[in-house]
């Protein structure tokens, strides 16, 4: 299994407080992502990081911020929470491979929003 | 816009039997196709893929193929086991460094 972990796994929080969520990795991957999975939408695509503090958004980025001052962390932050952020949250992360472009997936948090 | 489909939210097969999942995408950039198998409660996991310079991919039990004419795949799970009740997701990428995935299958086998 690929070294990736997620904290916290569970979290409720209220309308309007910060939230931050982490992921750790030790496989020395570049590439790390931030995937929300809501019924009916399968993965969205957050925001992505390609290496330390090189971040891009991703589909569904309204709200939310990220940062990676290191390799192994990458962190998820909403701002301000709203109900609409009630989700299961994933990390990926993804090697450079040439030909193969897999993402291997952390174990999720399940964030809600009262 | 949704550009890669998974038109069967679920699926019912018996143990033993077939199944089939469809994938249909729509931008004719995508050129890497992947599975991904997820069970409750846990983060999805890698299946197997398939690049477009193929049609056919096979991994013990499971079989991918591509019909780039019609942007259009399917995982093939033969013989089905109990084991395999999970939902699965298709993914697409024709940058590389980001996928775009379906909104997933749930299959159930049935004993």
């Known amino acids: 299994d690929a070294g990736i972990t997620q904290s916290p796994r569970h979290k409720v929080t209220e309308t309007g407080t910060p939230v931050t969520l982490r992921c750790h990795q030790t496989?020395?991957?570049?590439?790390m992502y931030w995937y929300r999975q809501d019924p009916g939408h399968g993965l969205r695509l957050i925001h992505y990081s390609y290496g330390v503090k090189d971040t891009d958004k991703g589909e569904v980025s309204d709200g939310y911020s990220v940062s990676r001052s290191k390799t192994e962390d990458f962190l998820l932050t909403l701002e301000s929470a709203t109900s609409s952020q009630t989700s299961v949250y994933f990390c990926?992360?993804?090697?450079?491979?040439?030909?193969?472009?897999?993402?291997?997936f952390g174990p999720g948090t399940r964030l809600t929003v009262t | 816009d949704q550009q890669v489909k998974q038109n069967s939210p679920s699926l019912s097969v018996q143990e033993g039997r077939i199944s089939i999942l469809n994938c249909d995408y729509t931008n004719s950039m995508f050129d890497y196709f992947l599975w991904y198998k997820k069970y409750p409660a846990e983060g999805p996991t890698f299946l197997i893929s398939i690049s477009s310079i193929k049609d056919k991919n096979e991994d013990g039990r499971f079989t991918v193929f591509l019909n780039k004419s019609a942007k259009h795949l399917s995982l093939h799970i033969v013989p089905s086991q109990p084991g395999d009740s999970a939902v699965y997701f298709c993914?697409?990428?024709?940058?590389?460094?980001?996928?775009?995935f379906g909104t997933g299958t749930r299959l159930q086998v049935t004993l």
């Open positions: 496989e020395n991957h570049r590439y």
């Open positions: 993914a697409a990428t024709g940058t590389a460094s980001k996928l775009t």
């Open positions: 990926a992360i993804m090697g450079i491979k040439t030909g193969s472009y897999e993402q291997y």
